[in-house]
C-alpha cells in the first residue's frame, strides 16, 4: 500500500467482524511499536466461543467496530522497542487471554493478525522450538485445573461442549470421581451430604462470580501459559476439540462453515 505522498505503508491480515453475523479477512495498518513492547508475528490464533458471541452480535466489545477476534495466540518475536532487551529477538511466545488484567477481543483488540504489537510484560517465552496448536489450550487447562482443585463438596459442572475434554483430563490429572451427564454437564462424586456446588464454566468476558453455591468461571480471565501443565496436553483428545484452518481459506470456506465449526470446537486460524 502506498500513500499519496509516495511512501510505502506496511500492512498485515487480521480476521474480523462487525459483529452482524459476518466474518471476514481485511488488511490493517501496522501499530506503532512503543519502547516497551515487542512485535509478534503471530503463527496461530485460537477462535473460542467468545469469538462466536461476538460474530453473532451478543457481546459487543468495548473496542471500536470492525472487532478483531481471538484472545489467545502463539507467535515469535520479530521487532522490539527501545527498552526491550535484544536478547528477546526471535523468541517463540504466546500471547494472551489477557494483558494488565485486559481480555483479549474484548478490552482490546484481538490477536487474530499477523502482526501484533503488545508490551513485554505481557508475553510467556515458550522453550519448545515448534508452534503446535496444542498449546493454544494451556490457559484453559491451567484455569479448569485450579477452579477444580478449590471444589470441597459435590458439584455439578455445566460448560461448553467444547470443554468436555478439557474439563474431564483435569477431573483426571486431580483423581477427582466424576460421572458424565449429557454433553454439556458432569457430575462430582463426593461423600459430602451438602447440596451439590453450581459450577458453569464458560468463555465468559466478564470475571469469576463465586458465591456459596454457585461459581460462575470464565477459563479466559485470571490464567496463563502454565509450563506445569503442558505435560498434560498428550492425554487430551486434541481431535475432538480442535480444528485448524489457513486464514487464506476463510473467505473460501464461508461463514456458515464456520460458525457450525465453532459450535462445536475450538478452532486454531493459522497465519
Known amino acids: 500500500m502506498v500513500n499519496h505522498i509516495g511512501y510505502h505503508i506496511l500492512t498485515a491480515s487480521c480476521v474480523r467482524t462487525h459483529g452482524k453475523k459476518d466474518l471476514e479477512v481485511a488488511e490493517y495498518p501496522f501499530e506503532v511499536l512503543y519502547p516497551k513492547e515487542v512485535l509478534i508475528r503471530v503463527k496461530r490464533a485460537l477462535l473460542t466461543p467468545l469469538d462466536l458471541h461476538i460474530i453473532n452480535g451478543e457481546i459487543v466489545p468495548k473496542t471500536s467496530s470492525p472487532y478483531i477476534l481471538s484472545s489467545i495466540a502463539l507467535g515469535?518475536?520479530?521487532?522490539?522497542?527501545?527498552?526491550?532487551?535484544?536478547?528477546?529477538?526471535?523468541?517463540y511466545v504466546a500471547i494472551g487471554p489477557e494483558c494488565e488484567n485486559k481480555l483479549f477481543a474484548y478490552d482490546v483488540k484481538g490477536l487474530a493478525r499477523t502482526y501484533v504489537a503488545v508490551s513485554i510484560n505481557c508475553v510467556e517465552t515458550l522453550f519448545n522450538k515448534r508452534l503446535e496448536s496444542a498449546?493454544?489450550?494451556?490457559?484453559l487447562l491451567n484455569k479448569v485445573i485450579n477452579v477444580l482443585r478449590t471444589i470441597e463438596r459435590g458439584a455439578?459442572?455445566?460448560?461448553?461442549s467444547c470443554l468436555f475434554n478439557i474439563i474431564?483430563?483435569?477431573?483426571?490429572?486431580?483423581?477427582i470421581q466424576y460421572s458424565a451427564i449429557g454433553e454439556h454437564t458432569l457430575e462430582v462424586i463426593c461423600s459430602s451430604k451438602e447440596d451439590n456446588t453450581k459450577i458453569n464454566i464458560s468463555f465468559d468476558y466478564r470475571e469469576d462470580i463465586i458465591?456459596?453455591?454457585?461459581?460462575?468461571i470464565s477459563c479466559l480471565r485470571n490464567t496463563s501459559f502454565n509450563y506445569n501443565v503442558i505435560k498434560y496436553l498428550d492425554k487430551i483428545r486434541l481431535h475432538e476439540i480442535l480444528?485448524?484452518?489457513?486464514?487464506d481459506d476463510i473467505d473460501n470456506?464461508?461463514?456458515e462453515f464456520l460458525v457450525e465449526e465453532m459450535r462445536r470446537k475450538l478452532v486454531v486460524v493459522t497465519f
Open 243 to 247: 480444528t485448524e484452518i489457513s486464514v
Open 253 to 255: 470456506l464461508g461463514l
Open 156 to 160: 455439578t459442572i455445566a460448560f461448553d
Open 76 to 91: 515469535v518475536i520479530v521487532d522490539k522497542g527501545v527498552n526491550v532487551q535484544n536478547s528477546i529477538m526471535g523468541k
Open 135 to 139: 498449546l493454544l489450550i494451556t490457559p
Open 211 to 216: 458465591t456459596d453455591n454457585a461459581w460462575n
Open 168 to 175: 474431564s483430563q483435569a477431573l483426571n490429572i486431580l483423581n
